[in-house]
């Protein structure tokens, strides 16, 4: 009996003795570091990343305040520095009537755009109706179908109705909906506990009052993605801008940097330090409003996935 209980402890711990000894055999490294090679290895991948994407900006902003001579000499630090640059932009063009347009419009544009496409997403998550799938699926095939498509029988609408010529076809369109945030707004929808509306629904709850007061305040992250892509889409949109506006006091943004590329660069004096410089003037905002609303962005997007 003595012999049998002594034996077992052995047993037991060969295997260990075992797996210990292969661990710390050299040139086998264990698992803490094959972890830490691993975090190193995406960390390193990660920063070659950014700096391929960070490199464009940081040479655009560069080269915005060099003098004439230097700007296409890819010193990323100027010898010569030349913040006038940014001066002359704001004296030598409406560069701050352009913001406040691309601002208002894009205001407008997005929160049409984010408030209808709420109220039809909400529509074909919440109800059960014949035909319920087609409609959707309808909605969703009017992705496919080009914008330019559409683009002369939309001009003809606006033409009839006077407004052809205004800012009104910038974000009008938009009261309507689009496909792509029904679509992203319907899945966000969709994942909200049904329990919350019925409960209501039994307090006496009006079906208005359950989008308003349940839905909206549970999706304000998808929400917000809706409003900062569209502003987003509406900021760098130069193709309606150009078929619709005549006045130069009502030029965005986008229409207003060809008028400076038209002024200063290819069409006048090759001045591309100016054209630059307003370049990132344009792009700052957009930096600003991802910087401010980031976190509920990356929130947003990792929240609003498949429901079915």
Sequence with gaps: MASHVSTTPLTESAPARSTAATASLPGRPGPRW?????RLATAAVMTLVAVVFVYPLVWLVSASLKPRPDVFNNE????VWAPENYL???QETELLQWLTNSVVVGIAAAAAVTVSSALVAFGFAYFHFPGRSFLFGLVLATMMLPGAVT????????????LASTQVPLWAGNLFGSAFYIFLLRQFFRGLPRDLFEAARIDGCGFFSLFWRIAVPLSR???LITFIFEFQ????DLLKPLVYLRDPELFTLPLGLKTVLDQFGQGGEREWEIVLAANVVATVPMLL???IAGRYFVRGISL???KE
């Design 34 to 38: 094959s972890s830490a090679l691993s």
């Design 76 to 79: 990323l630090i100027p010898d």
């Design 88 to 90: 002359r932009v704001w």
């Design 151 to 162: 683009l002369i029988p939309t001009y003809v609408i606006w033409n009839e109705l006077g």
């Design 221 to 223: 992250p998808a929400l």
């Design 233 to 236: 889409a509406s900021w760098t």
């Design 289 to 291: 409003l991802f910087v």
């Design 304 to 306: 609003t996935g498949s």
